[in-house]
Structures are given as structure tokens and as C-alpha cells.
């Protein structure tokens, strides 16, 4: 995972990134996300992450490969 930007609004921090997830079979998948962070007391309240399934699903189907 690396994050790509970042911004810091109020008590909330927004940041790019893409998650690098290895598969069983040894395969990548890439996908970027957003996050979002609320802040109380310089602690994490609350997280959310949102990305775009379809990229998941294309690239997943895309770099599996049979096994053996």
C-alpha cells in the first residue's frame, strides 16, 4: 500500500492510495482507494475506505491463474 495524496479538512483526513493485494495463487491485484478518517482527540474514530469493485473484479479475473 502506498499512499498517493492526502488532505487534512476540519477533523477529517482524506487519502489516495493503492492497496497491492498478492492472491494464493501468487497473482497482484492494484487497486486504488480513498480514505476517509475522522479524527476526535488525535485518535481514529472512524475509517472509511471506498474503492471501485469493478476494477477489483477485472484485475482479479485477469491475473488468476490455474493452479499446479
Do not use: C, L
Amino acid at each position: 500500500m502506498g499512499a498517493q495524496e492526502g488532505r487534512v479538512a476540519d477533523d477529517s483526513v482524506f487519502v489516495e492510495r493503492v492497496d497491492h493485494v498478492v492472491k494464493k495463487d501468487g497473482s497482484a491485484v492494484h487497486v486504488p482507494f480513498v480514505g476517509i478518517f475522522e479524527m476526535r482527540n488525535g485518535k481514529i474514530a472512524h475509517w472509511r475506505d471506498y474503492f471501485d469493485v469493478q476494477t477489483w473484479d477485472r484485475q482479479a479475473a485477469a491475473s488468476s491463474r490455474p493452479e499446479g
